[in-house]
Nanobody, 123 residues
Framework: QVQLVESGGGLVQAGGSLRLSCAAS????????MGWFRQAPGKKREFVAA????????SSADSVKGRFTISRDNAKNTVYLQMNSLKPEDTAIYYC????????????????WGQGTQVTVSS
């Protein structure tokens, strides 16, 4: 049974930082592209960032470029999202997802999803 468990969310002031973690089990982690998506209240879920199997290639949404960094540790079956210079518009539920393919930003490419972790940025 595949499980993706996010942690690290919380309440932070604008300009602050958070690091999200996603621990994976029940799958061969190193063979999956890992991604982060988010969904703000009243909005559709959107792509945030993704990282390739080896961690050598990353992709991120324009809205977070230069502020968020995705990384992974295949020895720990964990993917991270370092979020700096947070803005109120970053407030959302953040989801971790695993894809057996390489379609970084395509939601339909992701086979497994976590339950999400809430990030709230106050102004």
């Amino acid at each position: 049974q595949v499980q993706l468990v996010e942690s690290g969310g919380g309440l932070v002031q604008a300009g602050g930082s958070l690091r999200l973690s996603c621990a994976a089990s029940g799958l061969t982690f190193r063979r999956y592209t890992m991604g982060w998506f988010r969904q703000a209240p009243g909005k559709k879920r959107e792509f945030v960032a993704a990282v390739s199997w080896t961690g050598g290639r990353t992709s991120s949404a324009d809205s977070v470029k230069g502020r968020f960094t995705i990384s992974r540790d295949n020895a720990k079956n964990t993917v991270y999202l370092q979020m700096n210079s947070l803005k109120p518009e970053d407030t959302a539920i953040y989801y971790c997802a695993a894809s057996p393919g390489s379609g970084y930003g395509a939601e339909y490419e992701y086979a497994y999803w976590g339950q999400g972790t809430q990030v709230t940025v106050s102004s």
